[in-house]
């Protein structure tokens, strides 16, 4: 540690020193802040958008008691707007921050008091439509006027989630699964992500037990202090309702009493998969599976889901000279992505499914096996690839065994073409093969694994023996055409269903702030759109339109 970082950590310790320098650095000089947690620009638009508010907020009828959790200055900066919104349909929110800015560092005592002290400042316009308070801040109190004091010991079943969360934690920063606790950088990580996941869990027991809320709002759910605030909830049985961002501008992922991270869509099969497909629901399918063979964005997201446009089915084949041989194509995910944690059925890791299902492949020269290593690595460099995986299963890769890199030359939907049988752990790249009416075999806990139309084996043993029954018969397992219009059915609900409308991304907040004004989204225009989901957000039952 640095001799600077020694003493701010000093300074951080004494009584008022943050507080002082705070007040004569900052207080009504307007000094633009220089450290990476920002809630400046916050902070300037806070006043007007909560004139914006009020008189919607005393017009509506008495809603829902609200705990809503952020931390990181991005997901702070969001949750203000999205708290006035529910304070101006009625609901009595309070918003409850964490100002971290670097979950995966340990920052100093002197900055992180001040990081708090600009939190309060930020928000302290929110009130008295939203009450803000903050995990850090010890002045915090609650009505009552007592202050809050963390719990001093955890249920066994929160200490139990704690490390689990704190591992994903660690495994999402790293970007890999191996985590090494011999290793000093990868232990240290991992002991403060115990230490501050404890004490958030400390601190929301005590402030869930004391305020009761009727519904505790989070964003994501799954890792980080978002994802153990979210279990505390549930231990507690208060409902819980988290949520996250696709590729695609005004949607929303929503899941009640549950991570969204782990997308859980039975009740969207429930509600909708018994519905029959119109001609105008599969033709809204194929252009979105057009689009991403095309290379081309599609709808409001400026993502590409592949870099390379389809090249056809038999130039891929001379491309990888692949003779008559069954094809099996294997799709991985990015090592990391908080959509892949926590999904593990029989297998401990991607990690490990991979290197095991390459090696039994090294044994069967009489397939072909095709491995895309999923082109996101390209905008995660720091991961480690699955190609890595494939490289380090099998020093000398046979000659049947192809592995097409992030950034090579080959759209996956020629290979899904190409392929004979799927081999997937949570991407929907098994979900779109399935949808080509090819056997699918889903080895991780992935959201249309059980629908009716993939192979879903529990256990090594299993997975084996599929492998071996699917192989000696392919033409056999192929779906029929009652399982490839299931698929079809399933893949419209999932891409057109289970997003909602919903104004403000994370990503470009201010961007669609500025087509989306508060006052906007709160008339009966932006209602209209809109008023379901800020219904879920607070748990209220799902709704439907066809």
């Known amino acids: 540690m640095s001799n600077k970082n020694t003493l701010r950590d000093i300074l951080g310790d004494l009584p008022f020193t943050a507080e002082i320098d705070w007040m004569l650095r900052h207080a009504g000089r307007n000094r633009p802040r220089k450290d990476h947690f920002n809630l400046d620009r916050l902070q300037k638009s806070l006043p007007a958008a909560r004139a914006v508010v009020e008189p919607f907020a005393k017009n509506a009828k008495h809603g829902k008691n609200v705990l809503f959790f952020a931390t990181l200055h991005y997901w702070i900066e969001q949750s203000a707007f999205l708290g006035l919104a529910l304070a101006g349909l009625g609901h009595k929110v309070t918003l409850l921050t964490l100002p971290y800015s670097e979950w995966h560092k340990q920052k100093d005592n002197f900055t992180q008091r001040q990081r708090t002290l600009h939190t309060r400042d930020a928000l302290s316009t929110l009130f008295p439509l939203i009450e803000h308070a903050s995990l850090l801040d010890p002045s915090t109190r609650f009505a009552s006027g007592r202050r809050l004091k963390p719990a001093t010991v955890l249920p066994e079943r929160i200490q139990a989630d704690v490390k689990?969360?704190?591992?994903?934690?660690?495994?999402?920063?790293?970007?890999?699964?191996?985590?090494?606790?011999?290793?000093?950088?990868?232990?240290?990580?991992?002991?403060?992500?115990?230490?501050?996941?404890?004490?958030?869990?400390?601190?929301?027991?005590?402030?869930?037990?004391?305020?009761?809320?009727?519904?505790?709002?989070?964003?994501?759910?799954?890792?980080?202090?978002?994802?153990?605030?979210?279990?505390?909830?549930?231990?507690?049985?208060?409902?819980?309702?988290?949520?996250?961002?696709?590729?695609?501008?005004?949607?929303?992922?929503?899941?009640?009493?549950?991570?969204?991270?782990?997308?859980?869509?039975?009740?969207?099969?429930?509600?909708?998969?018994?519905?029959?497909?119109?001609?105008?629901?599969?033709?809204?399918?194929?252009?979105?599976?057009?689009?991403?063979?095309?290379?081309?964005?599609?709808?409001?997201?400026?993502?590409?889901?592949?870099?390379?446009?389809?090249?056809?089915?038999?130039?891929?084949?001379?491309?990888?000279?692949?003779?008559?041989?069954?094809?099996?194509?294997?799709?991985?995910?990015?090592?990391?992505?908080?959509?892949?944690?926590?999904?593990?059925?029989?297998?401990?890791?991607?990690?490990?499914?991979?290197?095991?299902?390459?090696?039994?492949?090294?044994?069967?020269?009489?397939?072909?096996m095709v491995i895309r290593v999923h082109p996101g690595e390209k905008l995660v460099p720091q991961a480690k690839s699955m190609g890595m995986v494939v490289g380090e299963a099998l020093p000398e890769i046979p000659s049947h065994i192809h592995v097409i890199g992030a950034l090579d030359n080959i759209n996956t939907y020629d290979l899904i073409e190409i392929a004979d049988v799927g081999l997937a752990y949570t991407t929907t790249v098994g979900l779109e093969t399935a949808m080509n009416g090819r056997p699918v075999i889903s080895c991780g806990q992935t959201h249309y694994r059980g629908r009716g139309f993939t192979l879903d084996p529990n256990s090594w043993d299993e997975y084996y023996e599929t492998l071996e029954k699917v192989l000696a018969d392919i033409p056999a397992h192929k779906l029929n055409e009652k399982q490839t219009e299931f698929a079809w059915n399933y893949a419209y609900r999932f891409f057109f269903e289970y997003p909602r409308p919903f104004p403000w991304r994370l990503m470009n907040f201010w961007d669609d702030l500025e087509t989306w004004p508060l006052e906007k989204v709160l008339s009966e225009e932006g209602q209209k759109l809109f008023g379901d989901t800020f219904g879920f957000l607070v748990n209220e039952p799902f709704k439907w339109k066809n």
């Open 164 to 368: 689990e969360i704190s591992l994903w934690d660690v495994q999402y920063t790293l970007m890999r699964e191996e985590v090494d606790m011999n290793n000093a950088c990868d232990r240290a990580l991992y002991d403060l992500r115990i230490q501050r996941n404890t004490s958030a869990a400390k601190a929301a027991l005590e402030w869930m037990q004391t305020k009761n809320p009727d519904v505790v709002l989070v964003p994501n759910g799954l890792i980080l202090e978002m994802g153990i605030v979210f279990r505390v909830a549930r231990y507690l049985k208060i409902d819980a309702v988290t949520y996250e961002f696709n590729d695609q501008r005004e949607q929303i992922w929503l899941a009640q009493n549950s991570s969204i991270m782990q997308q859980d869509t039975d009740y969207l099969v429930e509600a909708r998969c018994h519905l029959p497909m119109t001609d105008e629901m599969f033709e809204r399918v194929a252009e979105l599976e057009n689009a991403r063979r095309g290379a081309r964005v599609w709808g409001k997201s400026k993502r590409l889901w592949q870099y390379v446009s389809s090249q056809g089915a038999q130039e891929t084949r001379k491309m990888l000279k692949l003779d008559d041989r069954p094809v099996v194509m294997l799709a991985a995910n990015v090592l990391g992505d908080s959509l892949t944690l926590g999904r593990d059925i029989f297998a401990a890791s991607m990690t490990e499914w991979i290197t095991k299902t390459v090696r039994f492949f090294a044994n069967r020269p009489d397939v072909q």
